[in-house]
């Protein structure tokens, strides 16, 4: 199959980050590239469920401890797969009562081992109207200057990865109407 590459993109809530990944999906497929797609929510949840969690956002609200075993459990998961390329769409972070927990500690980048860091952002007053028109979630209410804030916890967090991993990193503004543009941005970081 050739190269296989782990990607792992992170987005606060409101980037844009899913549509983003699947512009990226369709031009890597239209270029005959294998492609996978791993929501480490989505992953975790499922395991989660195995200790009777139903809700999704209930996830943020376990203690750390749980979160971690659920983190190395997903990360186990999707380093099997082998595609040419593996993105793993996730958080940089999480915010529990304990603070902001990294969503990509040591122990999960050990298990990944990933090729690229990809940071999605988006201008502050671009996220709060995404994330005011969006009911799919239970989402927390928050002010442009928590998402500032997030968006700077996220900076900080996947530079310490990528530090830690000697991964290049590559940040990306997802500003509305510009998907292609930035889908080629990210295709060329990691070689593709």
Same mark, same amino acid.
């Given at each position: ?61 376990? #203690? @750390? %401890?749980?979160?971690? /075993? ?11 797969? $082998?595609?040419?390329? &593996? ?31 990809? #940071? @999605? %952002?988006?201008?502050? /007053? ?11 979630? $239970?989402?927390?209410? &928050? ?37 292609? /543009? ?11």
């Amino acid at each position: 199959m050739g190269e296989s590459k782990k990607v792992i993109m992170v987005g606060i809530a409101g980037v844009g980050k899913t549509t983003l990944v699947a512009k990226i999906v369709e031009l890597l497929n239209s270029r005959k590239k294998s492609v996978s797609v791993h929501s480490f929510g989505t992953v975790m949840f499922e395991e989660a469920k195995k200790m009777g969690i139903n809700d999704r956002d209930e996830l943020r609200k376990l #203690s @750390v %401890s749980k979160q971690r /075993e659920l983190q190395t459990k997903a990360a186990q998961i999707i380093a099997e797969f $082998n595609d040419n390329v &593996v993105i793993i769409d996730t958080h940089a972070f999480i915010s529990t009562k304990e603070g902001f927990y990294p969503g990509l500690p040591y122990h999960v980048l050990e298990e990944l081992e990933p090729a690229n860091f990809i #940071s @999605v %952002s988006a201008r502050p /007053e671009e996220i709060y109207n995404r994330r005011m028109k969006d009911t799919t979630r $239970n989402r927390d209410i &928050v002010s442009i200057d928590s998402i500032k804030k997030e968006l700077a916890v996220q900076d900080a967090m996947l530079s310490s990865c990528a530090v830690l991993t000697g991964s290049p990193m590559k940040s990306i503004l997802n500003t509305e109407g510009n998907i292609e /543009e930035a889908a080629e941005e990210v295709i060329n970081a990691i070689g593709f």
